[in-house]
């Protein structure tokens, strides 16, 4: 009995000199007029200020803040969009399975430190 091996294809991965993999937390997107899945994400922070006035003090150091650019500085945030993509069904459907595993594996490794953090302290506790 012969033991024929499966067809193969082998995928080498080139890498762009400019590759650098961003922070995300954060996607917005919909669908393109063409029906396909646009995803942009964003990291989400405060926002910086563009210009800052300060008093200057008798002494000649900074002194109280007088007027900021934007004038609602503190109640602004940033959605800062880096990058997006765009992909038909199949790519998107693919990347809703890989997105699961990848998830599930999370949680298995999420409950599996709970539980070492549980039981290091139920150690301390029969320990003291």
Known sequence: MSHQRKPEINFNYIYNYNYNPVYANGVQGGFTPRGELVAHFYQERPALPKELTHEISPEGGIGALVESEPKNLNGTMVRFIETGIT??????AMLHAWLGEQLGQMQAIMKAQQEF???G????????
Request: aromatic share 6%; proline share 0%.
């Open 87 to 92: 992909m038909n069904f199949q790519t998107a």
């Open 117 to 119: 953090m549980d039981g």
């Open 121 to 128: 302290a139920a150690e301390a506790a029969q320990e003291g």
